[in-house]
């Protein structure tokens, strides 16, 4: 929707009426801001994320630890921006939820750029309508809970899609997990309500106490505990914002890049991802791409992830991982 008309660094494009035979995964772009409650620009973000990079758009991306191309053997192609103005919210989330959906029933993994974090209720939603009411499990690294009830009197905005995801029946509130929360928000009652529903929240200082492996052992044992597949939804404030700036509720304290992709590579590596969108990007809030950077390569380490796990590998690798014929550990 807005600024060229560029594919995720080159892939194919693709309609969605007629994706390609091997397209395992395909992008999607979802340039909607309508649901902010600080900062506005996230519509800006599938853009960003799409076009920012040092090396050439030639649809390749060799991984140097997995010994994988996730886009080229993935087959990924690219489906454009879902036409979403933030005047026709209704409108905009129901072509997004369709959207998805449709990538989903064509057997490949929807992968969605935000946008702000509103259009995660539709995006988890159009993989459970393929995959199984309540059959859909969610890991979702944030800075906040994205759980209340009403956002400035509405029951939609970015701080509101999980609820309404838990409570359309959508996904199981038990096997919702939360990964890097902190801050000074939701409150009590709130918090008593996702006590409720059986959410798993594993804020900051856990994750400092126990260390993140160990937070993931138990998060990734949770998602696949009777369900049949895993979405993932990224927001980059879930990182520390002096690292991801171009956001727009930016709380102090987060992961770090390097964090995050290694927990979202070992999660495309360890479940049975069926779906995934990085959110919450805001460009005019970015200092030298470096936010947009951080979630270009959020995409391509869980695409490389799913790439290793289709290869049917026995079991995830220990790091270092570096090619033997370079001389290096293997």
Not at 76 to 81: E, K, N, Q, R, S
Not at 167 to 182: K, T
Request: hydrophobic share 40%; glycine share 14%; net charge negative.
């Amino acid at each position: 929707m807005y600024g060229p008309a560029v594919t995720f660094l080159g892939v194919p494009r693709a309609e969605l009426g007629s994706l390609p035979a091997g397209a395992g995964a395909v992008i999607l772009g979802a340039p909607y801001d309508g649901g902010t409650s600080h900062r506005p620009g996230a519509r800006f973000g599938p853009g960003a994320i799409r076009g920012t990079d040092y090396l050439p758009h030639d649809g390749s991306r060799p991984h140097l630890a997995l010994g994988v191309d996730p886009l080229v053997e993935l087959g990924v192609v690219d489906a454009g921006d879902v036409e979403m103005p933030a005047v026709a919210t209704d409108e905009s989330l129901k072509r997004l939820e369709d959207a998805v959906h449709a990538i989903a029933a064509a057997g490949a993994v929807p992968v969605v750029l935000g946008g702000d974090h509103t259009v995660a209720w539709p995006d988890a939603t159009g993989v459970a309508r393929h995959a199984g009411w309540g059959r859909v499990s969610v890991v979702h690294f944030d800075a906040h809970a994205d759980t209340a009830d009403l956002q400035f009197g509405s029951l939609v905005g970015h701080g509101t899609p999980m609820r309404r995801l838990i409570e359309s029946g959508a996904v199981r509130g038990d096997r919702f997990v939360q990964i890097g929360l902190r801050g000074y928000w939701p409150d009590p009652p709130i918090l008593a309500w996702m006590a409720s529903q059986g959410m798993r929240s594993f804020e900051m200082a856990e994750i400092v106490s126990k260390g993140l492996d160990r937070c993931l052992d138990e998060a990734l044992a949770i998602a696949v505990d009777g369900c049949d597949a895993v979405f993932l939804s990224v927001d980059v404030d879930v990182v520390d914002p002096g690292s991801a700036p171009g956001t727009g509720t930016p709380e102090p304290g987060g992961l770090t890049p390097r964090q995050l992709l290694d927990a979202v590579r070992r999660v495309a590596m360890d479940v049975p991802l069926a779906g995934m969108d990085v959110v919450e990007v805001s460009p005019p809030y970015d200092h030298a791409e470096v936010t947009a950077y951080l979630a270009n390569r959020v995409v391509l380490e869980a695409l490389s992830g799913l790439a290793w796990r289709r290869r049917g590998s026995p079991a995830r690798p220990e790091w270092p991982l570096l090619d033997p014929r370079r001389g290096g550990p293997g």
